[in-house]
């Protein structure tokens, strides 16, 4: 497989909105398959690696998911996504600074712990089954966009999913990875369990 003309190819499967937000690079000394760089508050591309070594072993239905997954992940993550942590963490910050600048060891303590709280929830969240679940779903409604219909995207990414973790050496599944799977029978029609929201 030529990495610079597949390179090319996933670019232009890419929604316009994600390929002006997405470097494509090969990075064959990673162990996964796909990677991809968080989109960070100050960071406005977000870079994905894929190792073409174990890439090409992919059908390309299936490789075409995972680009899409990876890049709808990270386009869902968003931090300065307006929340409640995300407020609670400003809020923070700002009484942080009101308490600097008056000197109150106590109040700063608070602020800085309430920041802290506030940040790690925001983490959590953008790690958690229920963000991958929506990705997963953004990945099936971009790939529509591409002439897929809903249920052979699910399979093919069905399919990816234990495929890409058997290439990377793991023949055990993670559990966001049989949540996500069974959300994506349920899609695929292969199964009538669905995932109910917020699973984590």
């Given amino acids: 497989m030529n990495s610079s003309q597949e390179i090319l190819r996933l670019q232009d499967l890419l929604p316009a909105s994600w390929r002006m937000k997405t470097t494509i690079k090969a990075k064959t000394d990673q162990q996964s398959v796909i990677a991809s760089t968080p989109l960070l508050p100050w960071a406005s591309i977000v870079q994905v690696s894929i ?37 609670l ?14 000197g109150d060891v106590t109040g700063i303590a608070i602020a800085l ?7 790690n929830q925001v983490w959590r969240k953008n790690q958690g089954s229920q963000i991958q679940i929506d990705a997963d779903l953004e990945a099936l409604r971009a790939a529509q966009r591409r002439g897929y219909t809903e249920e052979s995207a699910a399979r093919a ?23 996500r799977c069974q959300n994506l029978r349920a899609i695929a029609g292969l199964s009538s ?3 109910p929201s917020n699973s984590e």
Avoid: C, H, M
């Fill in 113 to 119: 712990l309430l920041g802290t709280v506030a940040v």
């Fill in 157 to 179: 990414l069905l399919e990816a999913i234990p495929a890409a973790a058997k290439l990377e050496g793991r023949y055990i599944p993670e559990f966001i990875e049989l949540l």
């Fill in 51 to 87: 190792n073409f070594r174990i890439w090409s072993q992919l059908s390309e239905a299936n490789r075409d998911l995972l680009l899409l997954r990876e890049v709808g992940w990270r386009q869902e993550s968003k931090w300065l996504k307006i929340g409640v942590y995300q407020s």
């Fill in 193 to 195: 369990v669905t995932v």
């Fill in 89 to 102: 963490a400003l809020l923070s910050i700002g009484g942080g600074v009101v308490e600097l600048v008056q």
